[in-house]
């Protein structure tokens, strides 16, 4: 059974991540971003959002999962924006029909819900929808596990979107380590951040089509697991075919990382953070299996630090009343 974070680890791993992370951004970011930013103007809002996305992981269990994986495409096309939620006009051609989320995102209607029940209880729109995603990732963490951590909040909504920026942007499923460090570091992350972040693949479920080529082409990957693969995963048709991300799909928990040690990573992007070479990932990834508050606290601090790259603030961008569209 995989290690699980105590409730005193994660009330004081509550602030100090946060904190660790805040500390870490750009000052500019940090003035105008805070947790509190909702406080005054509409104190319902983040127990709002935490009210509707409990409903929806209770419904479905994989929602949780769907919905972080939101926040993190949104933030890594352009900024913590709002942008992946934007549907295709005819000025601009959105993102989510680029091939990193093409017939692979979901959760959209679980993000107009929310937005629908916030503007509600605030009695107008003054929550933005990149707000939204930032609040719904945390909470959807926090739903499945004990983990805490602070969302600063403050972010607008942009009026644009781009296809090419989230086909160029976002880390596809084939990357080498090198890659995928590169494309963190291009956002301002890093090794930690990759490692860390990664660890959210502890919860949902990936479809065929990401990790059919690992399954029938990877040679680090353990036999009975492959074997046991191609079952559900033949190598053509079955393309949405589903397969838990780790053994505890439902679970917040570090069996993502043991499972990386055992040469079991679902995806090839997964399994290139153990063994192939980089003695620094892979101290984190046998940290991170046998240490769940120590991943707990980076997780927590690199998922604030993505989340304050490029946020739009002040009179810039807008908040959008439909997450959908432009005002």
Do not use: W
């Not at 805070?34 to 929602?63: D, G, H, W």
């Not at 048709?237 to 397969?243: A, F, H, M």
């Not at 603030?313 to 432009?326: D, F």
């Amino acid at each position: 059974m995989a290690p699980t974070l105590s409730a005193a680890q994660a009330l004081v791993l509550y602030s100090v991540a946060a904190a660790a992370a805040l500390l870490l951004s750009p000052p500019a970011v940090v003035a105008q971003l805070t947790p509190n930013f909702y406080e005054k103007i509409c104190p319902l809002a983040l127990p709002t959002i935490r009210r509707v996305v409990s409903q929806a992981v209770n419904a479905e269990p994989r929602m949780g999962a769907s919905l972080l994986r939101l926040h993190f495409h949104d933030c890594f096309v352009n900024g913590c924006d709002g942008s992946v939620l934007l549907d295709d006009t005819t000025k601009f051609t959105g993102e989510k029909t680029a091939v990193p989320n093409l017939n692979s995102l979901r959760g959209f209607d679980v993000v107009d819900k929310i937005k629908s029940e916030v503007d509600r209880v605030c009695k107008r729109s003054v929550v933005s929808c990149a707000d939204v995603l930032a609040v719904a990732a945390r909470d959807s963490v926090s739903i499945v596990s004990i983990l805490l951590y602070q969302v600063p909040v403050g972010r607008r909504d942009s009026r644009t979107a781009s296809k090419n920026a989230a086909t160029n942007g976002l880390p596809p499923p084939f990357f080498s380590f090198n890659q995928l460090l590169a494309n963190f570091r291009s956002h301002g992350l890093g090794l930690t951040d990759l490692v860390a972040l990664s660890g959210a693949h502890t919860i949902g479920l990936a479809r065929c089509t990401t990790f059919r080529s690992r399954i029938y082409n990877d040679t680090n990957i353990q036999t009975d697991l492959a074997s046991s693969l191609r079952r559900n995963c033949p190598q053509s048709g079955g393309d949405n075919n589903l397969q838990p991300l780790d053994g505890t799909p439902a679970g917040f928990d570090t069996q993502y990382f043991g499972s990386l040690v055992r040469n079991k990573g679902l995806l090839h992007s997964d399994q290139e953070l153990f063994g192939r070479g980089n003695s620094a990932s892979d101290g984190l990834v046998r940290l991170y299996s046998g240490n769940p508050a120590k991943f707990a606290a980076d997780f927590a601090a690199s998922m604030v630090r993505m989340g304050n790259m490029r946020p739009l603030t002040g009179s810039n961008g807008e908040i959008r009343t439909n997450c959908r569209k432009i005002n």
